[in-house]
């Protein structure tokens, strides 16, 4: 199951967290996620580098009395380096066949 641009995140030059994605109760199977850099909404925009890496992919589930719950895990970091910028992202993706 493809999906584009999920979520509004803010993130800092040299700043990585974690995103978790749920998806209820459906195994989606393997999935791969990305931070993909969203357009700023604000003018004039800043001009310069910005440098995403998405890591680490995993998946968690919860086995329940009522049924078992996924959730996509991926970190995303900001590659540190003086003068780059800090950006709006989404995360896109998809399953792999």
């Not at 990305?34 to 995993?58: C, K, N, Y």
């Not at 329940?64 to 989404?90: D, M, R």
Request: glycine share 14%.
């Amino acid at each position: 199951m493809a999906f584009n641009q999920l979520g509004h995140y803010w993130i800092k030059n040299g700043e990585a967290f974690w995103i978790l994605r749920s998806v209820g109760g459906v195994d989606q199977g393997a999935q791969y996620q990305m931070a993909i850099p969203v357009p700023f909404d604000t003018f004039p925009t800043p001009s310069g580098i910005t440098q995403l890496e998405t890591s680490r992919q995993q998946i968690r589930f919860l086995y329940a009395n009522g049924g078992t719950e996924y959730t996509y895990i991926c970190l995303v970091e900001n590659t540190p380096n003086p003068g780059w910028h800090a950006t709006w992202f989404g995360l896109s993706g998809g399953g792999l066949s």
